[in-house]
């Protein structure tokens, strides 16, 4: 069964401050992976997509970067975190085209 | 580019109703709308999905309903229960060659009492 993981589950950091943001899938290969921003009390945003290694679509300009190193990794980074930063990230995949997606746990980033 | 309107904001319902949530998108290349719940404290759910090619959808106590023509759907819960309250959300998916762009409405804060 595929399983999907993001770390961490939470932080706390500073404006100005770096950020990473990890994704794992595991038992799929070559997974279309996404990556997801809810502000609190909002909706969901899309932020990036990738469907194979090496290669991610922005989908939004928030002043943030995406990178997919490995098949089964996604990663969401800034080198200077803003206030608006703060929210709710969620990492899924999805087996196919008129498929459901999967969602991982999400990680709550709070910028100070 | 896309957007996608869920009505209502709210809905606060004896255990037992029926209730209805409306959604709205305004590009017609949009093909594919699921839906999800999102409980307190869990992941993001799938529940259920409908593609450009159908104008309705059942699963168990889930009708989804999709008119091509108006670029409305709407979803309804019957026989709601407590475990049923939740933020619901809409979305519509456009496919392109590099992968697919999801846009998610508001969502619709669903609570259901004994």
């Known amino acids: 069964a595929q399983t999907i993981h993001q770390w961490p589950v939470a932080e706390i950091k500073a404006v100005g401050s770096p950020l990473s943001l990890g994704c794992t899938i595991k038992g799929k290969s070559s997974p279309n992976l996404y990556w997801y921003w809810q502000a609190t009390g909002g909706t969901l945003q899309q932020l990036f997509y990738?469907?194979?290694?090496?290669?991610v679509e922005s989908v939004v300009q928030l002043n943030l970067s995406a990178s997919r190193p490995k098949d089964d990794q996604f990663i969401l980074s800034t080198e200077k975190l803003l206030l608006s930063h703060s929210g709710f990230y969620l990492c899924a995949w999805r087996p196919g085209q008129y498929a459901e997606q999967f969602f991982g746990p999400g990680t709550r980033l709070t910028v100070l | 580019g896309e957007q996608v309107e869920q009505l209502p904001s709210s809905l606060i319902v004896q255990e037992g109703a029926s209730v209805l949530i409306n959604c709205s998108y305004t590009d017609s290349a949009s093909v594919y709308f699921p839906w999800y719940k999102q409980e307190p404290g869990k992941r993001l759910q799938f529940i259920i999905d409908i593609r450009s090619n159908m104008e309705r959808k059942q699963t168990q106590r889930l009708t989804l309903l999709f008119d091509k023509k108006t670029k409305h759907l709407s979803l309804h819960i019957t026989a709601t229960q407590p475990g049923d309250s939740a933020i619901y959300f809409c979305?519509?998916?456009?496919?392109?060659?590099?992968?697919?762009?999801?846009?998610f409405g508001q969502g619709t804060i669903l609570k259901v009492y004994l």
């Open positions: 979305s519509a998916s456009i496919s392109a060659s590099s992968g697919q762009k999801l846009v």
């Open positions: 990738s469907i194979t290694v090496g290669q």
